[in-house]
C-alpha cells in the first residue's frame, strides 16, 4: 500500500521558506524547526547575549564568556549539522555571532578539525576548529561527529503505515523525517541538501534536538522514484549525528 500526504500549497511554501536562514550572514544560531506531530513549520528567534565578562581582543567586538573543559579534543573530525542546503555556516575570528566572519562553510561538510579549544557564552558554546587551513571559530549547534548510517526503509514503512508517496520530494522528506523526530523536547528538521530529480529523486534533512547529548539527531537521505503524479519512496538511509564521540564503529558514545 502507498501511502499519499495532501499538504496545501500555502502550506509548502510555508515548509521551503521556513526551511531557509539568513542567507547573507549565515548561520550562527538555531533555524527552522518542525513539529513532529505537525507539517507546519516555525522558526527561531534569536536569543539576546547578557554580556557578563568582556575582554579586548584582536576582533572588532567585545569577547564575552570564558574558556571551559568541553566539547571535541584536538584533531577530532566533525560534521556541519543542521544549516539549511541554501545557506552556510559562519567561521568567525572569535567565539560569538558579532565576531567577524573568516569564512562560510557548506551545509554538509564533513571536514572540520576541531583544535581542542570551547568557548563558553551565557546561551551558547562556541568550539575553535580548522577549515581548509583556516584557524576560527563555529557555533556548537552545528556541529557534530558523523556515525555509522544504517538503511531505515522497512522501519519507515511499517512506522507509516506502507510505502509513503508525495506531490514534491520537500512534502515525501519532511514526512519521512517526521519519523525520527521527538515530540518533547521538539526537534528540528532542515533541508540540508535540496531535491534533486533524474531516474531517482534525492533529498537530505537533518533532525537535531532529540534530547539526548550522545545521539545529537540524524542525517536522513531519502531517495525516491518519480512517479506520473509526484514521489514515492525507494529508500531511507540514516546517519546517526554524535555529540560527544563516536567509536571506531560509528556508534555515538
Known amino acids: 500500500m502507498r501511502r499519499r500526504i495532501l499538504l496545501s500549497t500555502a502550506v509548502l511554501a510555508l515548509l521551503v521558506s521556513s526551511c531557509v536562514a539568513d542567507t547573507t550572514v549565515g548561520s550562527d544560531g538555531p533555524v527552522a524547526s518542525v513539529s ?7 522558526t527561531t528567534a534569536s536569543v539576546a547575549v547578557t554580556i557578563t565578562t568582556v575582554i579586548t581582543t584582536a576582533s572588532t567586538s567585545p569577547l564575552v564568556g570564558s574558556p571551559i573543559d568541553f566539547g571535541p579534543r584536538s584533531g577530532d573530525v566533525i560534521a556541519v549539522i543542521g544549516v539549511p542546503h541554501d545557506d552556510a555556516l559562519n567561521l568567525r575570528a572569535a567565539p560569538g555571532p558579532t565576531q567577524d566572519i573568516l569564512d562560510t562553510i557548506d551545509p554538509v561538510y564533513e571536514g572540520l578539525v576541531a583544535q581542542g579549544e570551547t568557548w563558553e557564552m551565557p546561551t551558547a558554546f562556541w568550539v575553535k576548529v580548522d577549515y581548509e ?22 522501519t519507515v514503512v511499517a512506522d507509516l503505515g506502507g510505502n509513503p508517496a508525495a506531490d514534491s520530494m520537500e512534502e515525501l522528506g519532511v514526512l519521512v523525517a517526521m519519523t525520527f523526530a521527538s515530540v518533547d523536547p521538539p526537534s528540528d528538521i532542515v533541508m540540508t541538501v535540496g531535491p534533486t530529480t533524474g531516474d531517482l529523486a534525492e533529498v537530505t534533512y537533518d533532525v537535531i534536538g532529540l534530547g539526548d547529548d550522545s545521539v545529537r539527531g540524524a542525517r536522513i537521505h531519502v531517495i525516491a522514484e518519480p512517479t506520473s503524479d509526484g514521489f514515492g519512496l525507494k529508500s531511507v538511509d540514516v546517519t546517526a ?3 560527544r564521540a563516536v567509536t571506531p564503529e560509528g556508534l555515538c558514545v
Not at 513532529?36 to 516555525?42: A, I, N
Open 36 to 42: 513532529p506531530t505537525s507539517t507546519s513549520v516555525t
Open 133 to 154: 587551513g583556516t584557524i576560527g571559530w563555529v557555533h556548537m549547534g552545528f556541529i557534530a561527529y558523523l556515525g555509522h548510517t544504517d538503511d531505515a526503509t522497512a
Open 241 to 243: 549525528l554524535c555529540g
